[in-house]
């Protein structure tokens, strides 16, 4: 909220600076009237505005000490575990911004009310009061002595004046051109703004701007057809008489200064208003360079086919360069933390945070391996795809192993065979060409333009794995469902198995901040699993919620323990927050589990 106040009351002040030095003297009153509107409204768009510069610099490659440093400052102290419960002091509430945010609350409140009143008084006016049409207009006729100003499209005039014919056709032309011109949709908008923003006192120096130049249009328009001399001396006599003034309406005797009569009768050459509309457009571009653009260095890693390896590339070159101009939107409310910036302005210490690990790159292919093409060629009745082609096992046969450049399965459905389950897969292999075009640089960079993560104060139920069922999906069961797209998709001709786990591995699913091995490190400093273990392999069932914490744990296998299992349990339930999985830039709760094998 700083940043938006501080960039747009500067980027106000630079406006109205050169509104008021260079322009307001001049006769270009349509422009002054688009620029004075503009600059409103630029003003309080500068600060979502942001055009990062990229500064390519070279980054010598880190010793392997430091890139496990990164690893290490994510590593949680231990949890010490005791029959007691855990207990946790309550944060110290500040509640000064609360008062602030009441504050402005309630003024806005009062304001937004007048606002309103204010409107509606003139349509009271207009309902209890004689109506007659005018050129495309309608004249209310008033019992009150005022002069005439004007609403919307509805001229307010003195019945009594109105009816003996005393008023000036002069006086006429210059109400109805406030109508044809509609400038009360100005007063309304700049009114709107400051109804908001009450405390930014530019804004009242720009109504006072805008409302002068709507003079300024409708005095140029009465003396292109009427002597000036008699006009001025008619606004002078009419402005000694009545003084009031209404405050959404355009008033007649509004600010009837020297600098109104002097700009009656002033000419600007083309030449000067060419030269003062570039110098605008030149302030414009120089407050979003200086307000809106940002150098970034980033390492070019793809230069040095050595640093683009997964041996050699540091977590955070990697990290860079996979999120490079994508925006990032964190609503972190158990944390307090709002962020909505480019990527590159995260400092490290956020970067790591919220985004432990990324992809890996494909890079060069490997090729395949024996095992993997013998397992492909004992699949009778599995499904097999060519460049993401289905196609026949007769026809698969006729491929050579050093054809492909890489390959991989997908297992889906299967039946019991003399009481053990065989599995029915698709498999997938890539030729050399399609892998080089299609496949090797998936990877490469986050896909989407924006990436949004959020995590909710408390514990929220919304269930990640709900399914969506649509058409002839909709009342059978989830099983059935699953069924019938698995069906669906293995009966296809096209099946992009690459870009289906490259839409997987973007997705934002949970994680623990400093990754897995991080939550390893603090399970097996707090639970020495292994001299407990009686059978090879330990599964942990757990639940992350929408908060990033552990729920619903659950212990699996041969064990009698029952103090081990309540000390397993209590550590997992204290572990540090995640970052819960992400669907639809929305948290989900995920259940997931931990696997131990005894070494």
Not at 140 to 166: A, G, R, V
Not at 383 to 408: C, V
């Amino acid at each position: 909220m700083s940043e938006f106040l501080i960039k747009s009351v500067i980027s106000m002040t630079v406006l109205l600076l050169v509104y008021k030095l260079f322009l307001e003297r001049e006769k270009m009153h349509r422009f002054n009237r688009f620029y004075l509107l503009f600059s409103l409204f630029f003003s309080l768009s500068i600060p979502f505005i942001n055009i990062p510069i990229y500064v390519e610099v070279e980054v010598a490659q880190a010793p392997a000490q430091v890139i496990q440093k990164v690893t290490d400052t994510f590593t949680v102290t231990p949890v010490a575990i005791s029959p007691t419960e855990i207990i946790t002091s309550e944060p110290k509430v500040d509640y000064l911004p609360y008062a602030i945010w009441g504050i402005y609350a309630l003024v806005t409140l009062i304001l937004t009310v007048r606002f309103a009143l204010n409107i509606a008084q003139f349509y009271k006016r207009k309902r209890q009061n004689e109506k007659v049409p005018y050129n495309g207009a309608t004249i209310i006729l008033l019992e009150e002595d005022i002069l005439p100003h004007t609403f919307l499209n509805n001229i307010f005039l003195n019945k009594k004046e109105y009816k003996s014919q005393s008023i000036e056709p002069e006086l006429y032309n210059h109400e109805l051109t406030h109508v044809k011109q509609r400038h009360t949709l100005d007063i309304l908008f700049i009114e709107l703004l400051k109804t908001v923003f009450w405390f930014n006192p530019l804004l009242y120096f720009y109504k006072k701007a805008i409302q002068l130049n709507h003079e300024f249009l409708a005095d140029e328009k009465v003396v292109e057809i009427n002597n000036v001399t008699y006009y001025q001396q008619l606004l002078l006599n009419k402005a000694s008489l009545k003084t009031a003034t209404i405050s959404l309406a355009s008033n007649l005797n509004f600010s009837i200064t020297k600098k109104r009569f002097v700009m009656m009768t002033k000419t600007t050459p083309k030449i000067k208003t060419l030269t003062l509309k570039l110098a605008s457009a030149l302030t414009v571009a120089g407050i979003i360079y200086f307000l809106s653009t940002e150098n970034v260095a980033y390492a070019d890693t793809q230069k040095n086919e050595t640093l683009t390896t997964t041996d050699s590339i540091t977590p955070d070159n990697r990290r860079d360069e996979y999120f490079k101009g994508v925006r990032i939107i964190i609503q972190d409310s158990l944390r307090k933390v709002f962020i909505n910036v480019p990527y590159e302005k995260l400092s490290l210490e956020q970067k790591r945070y919220y985004f432990p690990t990324v992809p890996k790159k494909k890079g060069e292919a490997d090729g395949v391996s024996e095992e993997d093409y013998k397992f492909s060629l004992d699949q009778e009745d599995g499904h097999f795809y060519i460049d993401n082609t289905k196609t026949s096992r007769e026809e698969f046969l006729k491929h050579k192993r050093e054809e492909f450049a890489s390959n991989g399965f997908k297992a889906h459905g299967g039946t019991v065979v003399d009481g053990k389950p065989k599995m029915t897969f698709m498999l997938f292999f890539y030729t050399y060409p399609y892998y080089n075009k299609h496949v090797k640089h998936i990877n490469d960079h986050y896909p989407d333009k924006t990436c949004k993560i959020t995590i909710s104060e408390k514990p929220v139920d919304r269930d990640g794995y709900k399914i969506e069922k649509t058409g002839n999906e909709i009342g059978k069961s989830d099983k059935e469902v699953m069924d019938m797209r698995v069906e669906k998709m293995m009966s296809s001709a096209n099946y992009n198995f690459e870009e289906e786990n490259a839409k997987s591995a973007h997705s934002r699913v949970a994680e623990f901040p400093g990754g897995y091995e991080a939550f390893e490190q603090y399970i097996q400093k707090n639970i020495d699993l292994e001299s407990v273990m009686k059978d090879k392999q330990i599964l942990i069932g757990y639940t992350i919620n929408t908060d990033g914490s552990i729920s619903n744990v659950e212990v699996y296998g041969n064990w009698d323990n029952k103090e081990m299992i309540t000390k397993i349990k209590k550590v997992f339930q204290a572990s540090p927050k995640w970052i819960p999985q992400q669907k639809d830039g929305k948290p989900v709760k995920t259940s997931t589990s931990y696997s131990y094998l005894k070494k």
